[in-house]
């Protein structure tokens, strides 16, 4: 069951924000949300993840709704090298497991 | 930073051989590893979750006995793939969970194995 729906794919042009939506409708209380990303060939990486406020990093920022059901992935100024997969993952806190779905291809144009 | 190492980076294999994989997490210690496998465009499927110092948890329809997983420290757990055969040709991803601190899983940079 996939707890997490997210677009197949998404162009993004260089220089702009790119917005990475997310639906968890069925997200518990206990769950949190977690965004990484794979760029081709190589090992996933954790972007940034958050509970029920908003969060920002070097990286990006999440804006989750509040009743939690969808979130939104901001990557403030797009380059070529964030062209990846993007997964948007539900896990509860006192579960390590991480379950990938298809996630997203973004891809950054100049 | 947390990383994660892996060793080799891409191995190419006869078919019946055995392939070692090795998973370092470099600075900090992580008692629980996790084995992930990629097919080409797919998604990451997890194998199985390694343990400091138990045996490993699989996941349904990965074969123990193919699949061998040991986790014999705090920074060092290995997959073996045992009587390879090209179907088991994939791209083997292992990460790390950080005990402190911030206790995410960190993921390392993957094994490209081929066999032939």
């Known amino acids: 069951d996939a707890k997490t729906t997210q677009p197949t794919s998404m162009d993004c042009a260089e220089g702009r924000a790119a917005n990475l939506p997310c639906n968890h409708s069925?997200?518990?209380?206990?769950?949190?949300v977690y965004w990484y990303r794979q760029i081709h060939s190589q090992g996933p990486q954790y972007i940034i993840h958050?509970?029920?406020n908003n969060e920002t990093n070097e990286m990006a920022s999440l804006i989750i709704t509040e009743d939690r059901k969808s979130s939104t992935l901001i990557l403030p100024h797009a380059t070529l090298r964030d062209t990846a997969v993007y997964y948007c993952?539900?896990?509860?806190?006192?579960?390590?497991?991480?379950?990938f779905g298809a996630g997203t291809t973004v891809t950054v144009r100049a | 930073g947390a990383v994660v190492s892996q060793h080799p980076s891409w191995v190419i294999c006869k078919s019946g051989t055995s392939v070692k994989i090795e998973c370092r997490s470099l600075?900090?210690?992580?008692?629980?590893m996790f084995w992930y496998r990629q097919f080409p465009k797919q998604s990451l499927m997890l194998m199985a979750t390694?343990?400091?110092?138990?045996?490993?948890?699989?996941e349904q329809g990965v074969e123990k006995d193919k699949f061998l997983i040991n986790h014999a420290s705090l920074t060092l757990s290995t997959l073996t793939v045992t009587s390879a055969h090209p179907e088991d040709s994939s791209f083997y991803i292992c990460?790390?969970?950080?005990?402190?601190?911030?206790?995410?899983?960190?993921f390392g940079p993957g094994t490209r194995l081929t066999v032939t």
């Open positions: 990460s790390a969970f950080k005990r402190e601190g911030a206790r995410e899983q960190y």
């Open positions: 069925t997200i518990s209380g206990n769950e949190y």
């Open positions: 958050g509970l029920k």
């Open positions: 993952i539900v896990r509860a806190s006192n579960d390590y497991k991480l379950s």
């Open positions: 600075d900090f210690q992580a008692t629980t």
């Open positions: 390694s343990n400091e110092g138990s045996k490993a948890t699989y």
